[in-house]
């Protein structure tokens, strides 16, 4: 953040205001307001953050008019065409792309965390078997401060990094351990020798009965997935990662935090929501009725995978995401997949629909990428599970850098009060 002599000056009933404006390396300027309450008395409003920097970061940067989405200055379509997930990781820890020999070493490093405490395999069966994967992981991920006491001293920096490499390494295995356990199949342990993409799909589709080979294609693809999902600035559950953080909450707890958040339909659960939207259309002469519903005012109902708070242009992801999706079809030989054929039609109506391009709706990260996920065998109640494990990093690397601001205070947003004002008690008999 470089300060410029720029100011804004805010005048209330007569009194004039000096507020600092601070000029980004990218983005609008913004205005200092920390002082406002102190000096003027006043708050300012702003529900749902729409016009709110909530803090300073170097990790990734969005410009939604340009459809543009940056990881520590490298655009996502150049990483997910050239980089790796891993390779990504690293980058978002650390700040930049790291040289063969520190890759390789970060690489080995998570590798050898991806097995999960055994007695971990216990809490599992807790749960009910029909839960949702999404509930079993917000259990487990919280557990994890109670398996790994190890690594939850915020204010150690080698137990922060000793905690976000566990997270990173173990997400995966909790996934698949989460998808096993929901369909009655015995868990299966992460191998060393499978790149992390490949070990997630063997822990999630192989059976002892019999030999499992990862498809390259299917990896590659599942590997551009978790790319694709890795940070995002502060989306919801990002910022909900960054308030659990700001009392000082264990690590494994403030992702739990992330995950709860990132469930709701407005946020990562809208790829389970997309495709069951995608179902329920059935078939492509029955999405005008879905469109009218979407725009119908007195309808809350809204296409799922549509629209963006920041993105008011294409969802540079969701430009990826689509090239994988006709990749891994054509490799399935279901190219004509109904719900492709459904959701491209969906997606040319709905542009081409003057209310769409009036609200700048396009189709985001989620629009595709559970027809993939479907495509690649996975029930919809993994698509969260899948996005969660994948924006790990993001979570844990917004959490690093906000543990290492030295302006870190603990996120205490006010209100405006529209309630009742002082007044007496009134005895039950007198009411
Ligand atoms: C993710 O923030 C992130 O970065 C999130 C994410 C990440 O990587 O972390 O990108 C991941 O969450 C992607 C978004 C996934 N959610 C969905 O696909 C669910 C469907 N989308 C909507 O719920 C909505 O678009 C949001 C929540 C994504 C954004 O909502 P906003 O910015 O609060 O916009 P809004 O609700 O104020 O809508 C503006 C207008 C409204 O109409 P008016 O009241 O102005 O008349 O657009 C309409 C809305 O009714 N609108 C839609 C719509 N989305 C917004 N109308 C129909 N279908 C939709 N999908």
């Known amino acids: 953040m470089t300060d410029t002599p720029k100011t804004a000056t805010l005048t209330i009933d007569g009194q004039s205001y000096e507020l600092p404006i601070h000029s980004p390396t990218a983005g609008p300027d913004v205005i200092d307001i920390r002082k406002l309450y102190a000096q003027a008395g006043v708050f300012t409003y702003d529900p749902g953050f729409t016009s709110t920097a909530a803090c300073d970061s170097t990790i990734t940067f969005i410009d939604g008019d340009k459809g543009e989405l940056l990881h520590r200055g490298y655009p996502i379509d150049q990483l997910a065409g050239q980089s790796h997930y891993l390779e990504v990781c690293y980058a978002l820890l650390y700040g930049d792309l790291p ?7 970060f690489e080995k490093l998570v590798t050898n965390h991806t097995m999960i405490h055994e007695q971990m395999h216990n809490f599992f069966r807790g749960f009910r078997r029909d839960a949702h994967p999404m509930a079993t992981m917000v259990g487990v991920v919280g557990a994890m401060s109670a398996f790994y006491h190890d690594s939850t001293d915020i204010n150690d920096e080698h137990q922060r990094e000793v905690a976000s490499i566990r997270l990173i390494a173990k997400m995966p295995t909790i996934a698949a351990m989460a998808y096993k356990y929901s369909i009655g199949q015995p868990f299966v342990y992460p191998r060393n020798d499978l790149d992390y993409a490949s070990n997630f799909l063997n822990m999630c589709f192989s059976v002892p009965a019999e030999e499992y080979k990862v498809d390259p294609v299917l990896a590659k693809a599942m590997d551009r997935i978790f790319t694709l999902h890795a940070d995002h600035e502060q989306n919801a559950s990002t910022s909900t990662v960054r308030l659990a953080s700001s009392s000082g909450a264990n690590p494994f707890a403030c992702i739990a935090a992330g995950i709860a958040c990132l469930w709701g339909p407005a946020h990562g659960g809208a790829n389970q929501a997309c495709l069951e ?11 005008p009725e879905f469109i009218a519903r979407a725009k119908d005012k007195n309808d809350s109902y809204r296409l799922m995978g549509f629209g963006h708070r920041v993105y008011k242009n294409f969802d540079p992801r969701a430009t990826v995401m689509k090239e994988s999706a006709d990749e891994v079809l054509e490799l399935l030989g279901v190219e004509d997949n109904p719900l492709l054929q459904v959701a491209m039609e969906l997606e040319k ?5 003057p209310y769409f391009a009036e609200k700048k709706l396009f189709p985001n990260v989620d629009f595709y990428s559970g027809i993939i996920l479907e495509a690649m065998g996975f029930p919809t109640s993994m698509f969260t599970p899948i996005f969660a494990m994948a924006r790990t990093v993001g979570w844990i690397s917004q959490w690093k850098e906000q543990l290492d601001d030295p302006q870190l205070k603990i996120g205490r947003p006010r209100q405006l009060y529209k309630g009742e004002t002082a007044r007496d008690y009134v005895a039950p008999d007198k009411r």
């Open 99 to 105: 040289d063969a020999e520190t890759l390789e070493k």
């Open 349 to 353: 109506q709905a542009l081409a629909d």
């Open 277 to 287: 939207m995608l179902k329920e259309i059935g078939s492509v002469d029955r999405i």
